[in-house]
């Protein structure tokens, strides 16, 4: 018998903008579908750049422009009021990511909350998360005590539980944020969103 | 007054699946809008991989696992039969162009008919179109002399407007194949097809 419903696989790094736009849609999404959402942090500049070699997407002639253009677009037909320009210096997102993980593991389902914090604080509020004690402070949000926290954002375990991560997601081919797979079918870009959805709603091509 | 009904900017290379999936959709969508469209060959490898500094797609870890996957995908999902796989050698692509270039200027108005035909040769009957001689037996179809279209296609006229025509499209910012640009609005994608329909029936945001 096939195995139903299982989770969507979301795959985002707190840095990229299309990530975000794409967090804020994809439980809707699967809700409609009767899915769940299996969120994962990654590190496309530490990991998949190195991997693919490719320079990083403002950097690249001719796309980092029509990047520049199409995230304003996508903003201005969203109705989102961002503080954060997508030419503006990134944070080091490290320990936002490990503060995801050392909570999929203490508190197992509290990690996508977090994320959808870290996401609004980083892209809507303009916060910069490169520090732990910038990230713990989003803590006691879900229960957390802010220290207990901060020390499992700087734990070993967490660290490597993201060295893991990042390195499981790139053994499943992840690439790009957004990245989504589902029933083991990938789609990446949060442009694939409707593709995604008519996929779910059709049971694939 | 605001100048309506600009025509659709549509650049492509005849090396580019997704270039040849949007031929199939373009003058459809852009009718329903009252548009019509302005091809554009261009030559993704012989400039803007230079100019972006970026290695072919299907050499690029990971991704080219995924575009093999997805242009499948996207081949069952329309009902197309493709003889060519994404995986094949391909051909050099400047011959095709020339003569897309030489009938924009000697016979205007059938560069998009030809366009169709060598994108049907190459991707769904597997033609190889790398040699003058061949692209030349187009022109019967088009009501070109197969020999005055040979001696167009070698000319050094259809060089030149070949390369100016390259030049133009990274002039403006044109890096992908398929790429549109519709009252000065840039769509990079087939699956941003999508979104330029909206754009068009909405007016823009």
């Not at 419903?5 to 979301?10: A, K, T």
């Not at 299309?18 to 899915?35: D, P, Q």
């Not at 950097?59 to 677009?73: A, C, F, Q, W």
């Not at 969203?78 to 954060?84: P, Y």
């Amino acid at each position: 018998m096939k195995t139903e419903r299982e989770p969507i696989d979301f795959y985002f790094d707190f840095l990229s903008m299309y990530g975000y736009f794409a967090s804020l849609r994809i439980e809707e999404l699967a809700a409609r579908h009767g899915r769940t959402v299996r969120w994962h942090s990654m590190l496309l500049g530490v990991s998949v750049m190195k991997t693919m070699g490719l320079k990083p997407l403002l950097e690249t002639p001719l796309k980092g422009d029509y990047v520049i253009h199409d995230s304003e677009r996508y903003t201005r037909r969203h109705g989102l009021q961002l503080h954060r320009k997508v030419t503006d210096p990134m944070m080091d997102p490290r320990a936002a990511a490990r503060g995801f993980y050392w909570l999929r593991r203490n508190r197992p389902g509290q990690e996508s909350s977090f994320a959808r914090i870290a996401f609004d604080q980083y892209w809507r509020q303009a916060f910069d998360l490169s520090a732990s004690q910038t990230v713990a402070q989003i803590g006691p949000a879900l229960g957390v005590d802010e220290l207990i926290f901060l020390e499992g954002i700087e734990s070993e375990t967490a660290r490597n539980d993201l060295r893991e991560a990042v390195a499981a997601s790139l053994a499943r081919g992840v690439f790009g944020a957004p990245f989504f797979i589902v029933d083991g079918e990938p789609f990446w870009g949060s442009d694939r969103l409707d593709m995604l959805d008519q996929w779910l709603a059709s049971g694939g091509w």
